[in-house]
């Protein structure tokens, strides 16, 4: 049992630690929600995934939002959120569903996906061509039609992550998280039209999260090495070459997209309490190119960060993992405008809902 | 202690078992109890048959300051928690040798068989027991599990067969059969087989929704076998050689995941025990001696789908266990001990990045104890050095802790028995090898967790006319620091020293034993406890002085025997307040208060010639209410739950 609660907890390490970015469609104009609203990510097995909404006019927040709309709660481990025309989608991995919610929180349906009779676990998200994109742990790629919610599935690589949509083909990370130490390596490309996986790059160790610049022309990866001999990287894929090349910065731990192309970097350290400090830059996805920091502020204990394209607002996550997360709200140039409470534990993901 | 045994023995042994000599054995045990210096909880076998209770954690559960962190099922984990202190800090004897865990400090109680013990009890914050192993002074409190030693009649032999048919699929036979050898020398051996397919139904709530769901990969079948060889060389000493051997495959349904069910890890283990104990008397020495030998492997494996290949994990334990002790009584009242320990304790694991660690601990304890008709005192100096190895890597540092304890205990009144008594204990446990070691999660340079405890409290005992009747009532006033959590680093969980727990508690109980008429003897107690116990590390933290997670404010117990000639009848009842299964105490992690309520009704027949038969039947009913509830989060309890017992003893 205690075995068990071990391998719980470094696959929670590998968990927590990601988060996805996505080429994202424009938002649709919001009808119920407004403001900033936030998945937390919740403890492994504990069925403690939550949502909160935040009113940045009024500066307050409400927990539960989810369970209040629904009447049920999320689940086990909510790993991403995406908002896409009128629906959200969100996807709650260890409890292997995928909520398709309207803009008032009310599910339309639980998306269960199957393939050959096992439930898939549905890890993150990434949009374009009209198409949203979805990894499955279990070594799969589905595409979700937004008008039908039909579900086609495609082999990828071993434990996929992060996934990102540029030019017409979507990359994914093959983290191979369970065949640790040894990892996986690559990048799957996968075509759009044909839905097939039509090649894979070879990258650093165990790679994570994913991010494309606006044009398709670079996709950004973030990858945490085997935690001994090899280092976890930074690096970009020239999609026109297939070209991966090592950024220079020390320690990256989490990209996010925002407003204008421009990728926020954060890299980690430790304070003096241990806790990881997060230090956040600024870097232009289109020009492969370094803007300097975002703030000043470093960060502890840093744990997520999502960005708005259209505000450039971004949101930072700190947790514990004992307690209720917080959130720091910054606007595009770097300014904190409020810290709230995340009204659950290990604030994973926030969108924001003008 | 040895006074206490002899009579339960006689009592369980001689047919017709006379009122006086189970009065008496009664007696002698509450007055251990409430003449300890430090909390001390005994159950005898006979009791707890009539109670009603066939494993450890329903015997455990009437017992107060303590808590059974129970994972659902027969199968489930079952752990034992003293004054909330975490399992790791309980100390468990069998037959006074050290049960323990040295990968992740965790023993599962469950594995014990209680078909064949004659006395369990529970030490807290100290004890009265000087000669004993330095090993066991280490621990907040000990968990010592008796088994019964024969005594024979004329025919030398006594055998016992025994079924026991449960809900959900679960059968267990026991068979046991002791044999004497000559003058000096006897023998027993037994085999304990439980099976069950533990798939029990419960009730799962999701907000508006409530569905009725069935427990998933709770099945388990295990073989425990022992055999034990008793000499008693007279002059010379007695001796013990025991022998045991565990075998189990077991399902692991983990927590209950809310719109997916399809557990995928199951647990294997062997375990190979085998130890001598050597004790002899002369004059005014007392020593002994005993040497141990464990092999414990499991295998886990894991068939989740998500994983590329199939997880598959060896894991193999080994102890070795020296221990000596000597004990003086240099005058009257006055005994001084020591007791020298040395454990090797080795782990071998199929998992990447195993360092293959071997421990050797230095356990060595100096005691002196005073008694006298008013007034008991003892105090004890333990030092610990604990050495590490490793065939990869660079071992954890050594580590050397001094820690003390001393109690007292005083009659207040001449005339009446009312005592007051107060301990202090200082104890530790040693980082695990899981703490240490384990994949990168583990850290080489954690120090022991800290406990110290304070205890105040006053006992008190009468007896009158077939009579008895006592209560307890102790406050504490706990600390822990350098708590071992795990605690998230850049990219991977990582054990630190961080934690820092302060606990304020108390714990009461009363008890009745008597005679209430010709036809009914009446044993009646009762057991609350309140315990503060807030983390208070950090003042920044959101969960400042918030209740530790699974920690009841309030909780208590309550046990009914009535004996009569026809039937007996046992009645148990535990009640657990609310808990936060987090460590921040927000109303979402609030877990509802809950009692469970237990029924036995049972009877042995007594037949043959001289009585020489004896058939005991027993019907139990568990969790009568059919209440829906959770020890640990999501790992549902069974509902209401039936058992039939029929034992035949020669």
């Not at chain 2, 304990?192 to 709770?218: A, I, K, Q, W």
Request: hydrophobic share 35%; aromatic share 12%.
């Amino acid at each position: 049992m205690k075995i068990s609660k071990f391998i719980a907890l470094a696959a929670l390490a590998a968990l927590t630690f990601t988060a996805c970015e996505k080429d994202t469609d424009p938002v649709e104009p919001v009808i119920g929600l407004k403001g900033a609203l936030v998945l937390n990510n919740g403890n492994w097995g504990a069925n403690d995934a939550s949502m909160a909404l935040y009113n940045p006019e009024t500066k307050t927040v409400t927990g539960g939002v989810f369970f209040n709309a629904s009447g049920r709660h999320l689940g086990d481990v909510g790993q991403d959120m995406l908002a896409y025309g009128e629906d959200i989608y969100i996807a709650v991995n260890n409890s292997q569903v995928i909520f398709i919610t309207d803009r008032d929180l009310k599910v339309r349906m639980p998306l269960e996906v199957t393939k050959d009779g096992v439930r898939l676990s549905p890890r993150c998200f990434t949009t374009g061509g009209g198409k949203i994109y979805v990894t499955f742990y279990e070594g799969y790629l589905g595409e979700i039609d937004p008008a039908s919610y039909n579900v086609r599935l495609t082999e990828v690589g071993p434990n996929p992550d992060g996934a990102a949509y540029a030019g017409g083909n979507i990359y994914v990370a093959n983290s191979g998280g369970y065949l640790a130490p040894t990892y996986n390596n690559t990048v799957s490309v996968v075509s759009a039209s044909s839905f097939r996986e039509t090649a894979t790059i070879e990258v650093n160790c165990n790679p994570a999260e994913m991010v494309a610049s606006r044009d398709g022309r670079y996709v950004y990866v973030t990858s945490y090495g085997d935690f001994a001999a090899i280092p976890h990287k930074f690096q970009v894929i020239d999609t026109r070459t297939a070209a991966v090349s090592d950024l220079d910065y020390d320690n990256v731990i989490k990209i996010a997209m925002g407003k204008d192309d421009e990728m926020l970097v954060v890299t980690g350290d430790y304070d003096e309490n241990w806790n990881v400090a997060g230090t956040i830059w600024k870097h232009d996805a289109g020009t492969n190119s370094s803007k300097g920091k975002f703030t000043e502020s470093v960060i502890s204990p840093f744990y997520s960060i999502s960005a708005d394209t259209a505000t450039g607002y971004v949101f930072v996550g700190t947790s514990d993992y004992i307690s209720n997360g917080d959130v720091l709200f910054f606007d595009a140039s770097g300014k904190q405008i409020d810290k709230f409470d995340s009204q659950g534990l290990n604030p994973q993901k926030v969108l924001f809902f003008q | 202690m040895h006074l206490t045994a002899l009579l339960i023995a006689v009592s369980l042994a001689v047919p017709q078992t006379p009122d006086t000599l189970e009065v008496a054995s009664v007696t002698a045990e509450r007055n251990r109890a409430s003449v300890s210096a430090a909390p001390l909880q005994q159950v005898s076998a006979l009791q707890m048959e009539k109670t009603g209770a066939v494993s450890l954690q329903e015997a455990l559960r009437t017992f107060s300051g303590i808590s059974i962190r129970d994972y659902g099922g027969i199968g489930g984990l079952k752990t034992v928690n003293i004054r909330n202190f975490g399992s790791q800090h309980t100390g468990i004897s069998y037959d006074g040798v050290t049960v323990s865990n040295a990968q992740n400090g965790q023993v599962d109680i469950s594995r014990f068989n209680l078909d064949d013990i004659q006395s369990v009890s529970v030490e807290i914050a100290g004890s009265d027991d000087i000669f004993r192993s330095a090993r066991l002074a280490s621990s907040v409190g000990v968990l010592n599990i008796v088994s019964a030693k024969p005594l024979f009649d004329s025919t030398g032999t006594i055998a016992s067969a025994q079924m026991r048919f449960a809900s959900f699929g679960t059968f267990n036979p026991y068979l046991s059969i002791k044999q004497r050898l000559g003058e000096r020398w006897s023998a027993g051996l037994w085999a304990n087989y439980v099976n069950s397919r533990g798939d029990y139904p419960f009730t799962l709530h999701n907000g508006s929704v409530t569905t009725r769901e069935t427990r998933l990969n709770s099945d388990v079948a295990s073989l425990n076998t022992e055999l034990n060889v008793w000499g008693d060389l007279g002059k010379g000493g007695d001796i013990r050689f025991k022998l045991s051997w565990f075998d189990s495959e077991r399902g692991l349904p983990g927590s209950v995941i809310l719109y997916t069910q399809n557990p995928t890890e199951r647990l294997w283990d062997r375990d190979f025990k085998a130890n001598a104990l050597y004790s002899v008397s002369f004059s005014k020495w007392k020593l002994k001696a005993g040497l141990g030998y464990v092999n414990a492997w499991n295998r886990y494996t894991d068939a989740n789908p998500a994983y590329p290949e199939p997880v598959d994990d060896r894991y193999r334990q080994q102890e070795a266990d020296l221990s000596l002790t000597a004990l003086w009584a240099p005058a009257t009242g006055w005994e001084i001990s020591f007791s020298q320990d040395v454990v090797v304790n080795a782990l071998d694991a199929s998992t990447p990045y195993c360092p293959y660690p071997t421990r050797e601990t230095y356990y060595s304890a100096l005691s002196a104890k005073y008694r006298s008709d008013r007034f008991t005192a003892v105090a004890t100096l333990l030092g610990t050095i604990a050495r590490e190895q490793t065939k990869i890597g660079e071992p954890a540092p050594g580590r050397e802790n001094l820690s003390p304890s001393a109690s007292l205990s005083y009659r207040l009144l001449e005339s009446s028995d009312l005592r007051v008594r107060a301990s202090f204990k200082e104890s530790y446990r040693l980082p695990t090898f899981n703490d240490l070691y384990y994949q990168r999660v583990g850290n080489k340079n954690l120090n022991p967790e800290k406990a110290y405890q304070t205890n105040l409290g006053l006992t008190w005992f009468r007896q009158w006319n077939g009579h008895s009747l006592s209560a307890t009532c102790d406050g504490y006033w706990n600390n822990v620091r350098d708590k071992i959590v795990a605690v998230p680093t850049m990219f991977i969980w990582s054990m630190r020293n961080v934690g820092k727990v302060m606990m304020l508690g108390c714990d009461l109980s009363i008890s009745y034993n008597g005679k209430l008429a010709d036809w009914l003897r009446m044993r009646a107690g009762a057991n609350y406890s309140y315990q503060y116990a807030v983390d208070v590390t950090d003042p920044q933290a959101k969960n400042y002085r918030h209740q530790i997670a699974y920690t009841p404010r309030h909780c208590g117990s309550g046990t009914l025997v009535l004996e009569m000639p026809w039937i007996n009848v046992g009645y148990t009842v535990n009640a657990v307040g609310e808990r936060y299964t987090l460590a921040q105490n927000t109303p979402e992690y609030r877990t509802d208060p809950y009692s469970d309520h237990s029924l036995s009704i049972n009877r042995t027949f007594e037949f043959g010639r001289r009585h020489c038969w004896k058939l005991h039947l027993a019907a139990d009913v568990m969790n009568i209410g059919n209440v829906n509830y959770e020890v640990i989060k999501y790992y549902p309890m069974p509902g209401r739950n039936y058992r039939l017992t029929i034992k035949i003893t020669y």
